[in-house]
């Protein structure tokens, strides 16, 4: 049996839902950002990890499930106890489970258990179907208002009356004769220029049509491309994500990823201090060879932890190791 919808719904509503057995899913707030650089801005976000020490059952999915599906407590827990066993038999099995709408679990070699959330989900309900938007600058343009002539008393002068000629009488018939002629000559004219409207309109009509099938081709051969792609990239993901998990419990003896000779994305955590950048090198040695203390541009201490040659796999394992540590971690070209 598969919960995973019944344990997205109760993360919209608690910060903590437990599996009983398995682990607890928890919710941590995000501040809204925005990005100058990138010219981006996301909403305030709720971001779910997960605890594999919190087991005990405090009642939250077993009573939801029973409620759900309309049976008795112990049937709920049950029903819990099946999808854990599932969900283990699948990990040992193929290494890796997805929950939908939350995130994936990794198995990594060394038997530990690591989960990868779904960053596109936003689980805080006060920005449910805020995305994340792209900033564009609006450049304001005024039209300055017509400017009405008037004299000196700031009253608006009419336009002076226009005094038609006058005809002497000998002269009336022959003036009304070329009047006529020019106005044939016109009529003429005018009738020839509609005819070539009409004629240039029906051939921009059959021209756009042919324009638009041959647009609608190309679109149609773009979305099987494009289909194409996200498939490979969907497929490129998942190896990538499996490879950070196992990077991320064991960086210094990498089993999936191939990290270059000479890296060139570097992760860096920014420091307060030389004494709090003293104690972090400290503490990361262990597990990562190479971790030193280094200045930037502003000539103030930061401390390199590990550096990979692609920079998408590097800003992946920086959300992942900013989690587990709980640090402000940075990522730039070296």
């Known amino acids: 049996m598969n919960l995973a919808k ?83 038999d699948i990990l040992k099995s193929k290494r890796n489970v997805e929950v939908s709408d939350i995130g994936t679990f990794y198995y990594t070699q060394e038997d530990k258990l690591v989960f990868v959330p779904y960053h596109s989900v936003n689980f805080d309900t006060a920005s449910f179907g805020l995305p994340k938007l792209r900033l564009k600058k609006l450049e304001l343009t005024i039209n300055p208002a017509p400017i009405a002539h008037q004299d000196a008393t700031n009253e608006v002068l009419a336009p002076a009356k226009v005094e038609e000629p006058t005809v002497a009488p000998p002269m009336v018939r022959e003036v009304v004769t070329k009047v006529a002629a020019a106005k044939a000559k016109t009529k003429q004219r005018n009738e020839k220029l509609q005819a070539k409207k009409r004629q240039t309109k029906t051939k921009s009509r059959f021209s756009g049509l042919a324009v638009v099938n041959t647009l609608g081709v190309c679109f149609l051969i773009g979305m099987v491309f494009a289909l194409l792609n996200f498939e490979q990239n969907q497929s490129n993901r998942q190896f990538a994500d499996q490879q950070v ?90």
């Open 6 to 88: 019944e344990i997205s719904f109760l993360l919209y509503k608690h910060n903590c839902v437990i599996l009983p057995g398995f682990g607890a899913f928890l919710l941590h707030e995000k501040n809204a950002e925005r990005n100058e650089v990138a010219k981006y801005a996301i909403p305030k976000q709720k971001v779910v990890t997960f605890n594999q020490q919190i087991v005990n059952n405090d009642g939250l999915v077993a009573n939801y499930v029973s409620t759900h599906h309309n049976c008795s407590y112990e049937c709920g827990l049950e029903k819990i106890n099946e999808y854990t066993t599932g969900l283990w």
């Open 245 to 334: 998990a196992s990077l991320l419990e064991a960086p210094t003896t990498p089993l999936y990823i191939d990290i270059a000779a000479d890296p060139s994305y570097g992760i860096y955590a920014q420091v307060a201090n030389n004494n709090e950048a003293t104690a972090l090198t400290a503490s990361l040695s262990d597990k990562y060879d190479n971790t030193e203390i280094t200045l930037d541009s502003n000539n103030e201490p930061t401390v390199f932890i590990i550096s990979f040659h692609d920079q998408e796999l590097a800003d992946e394992y920086k959300n992942l190791l900013e989690n587990k540590l709980d640090l402000k971690l940075i990522v730039k070209q070296k």
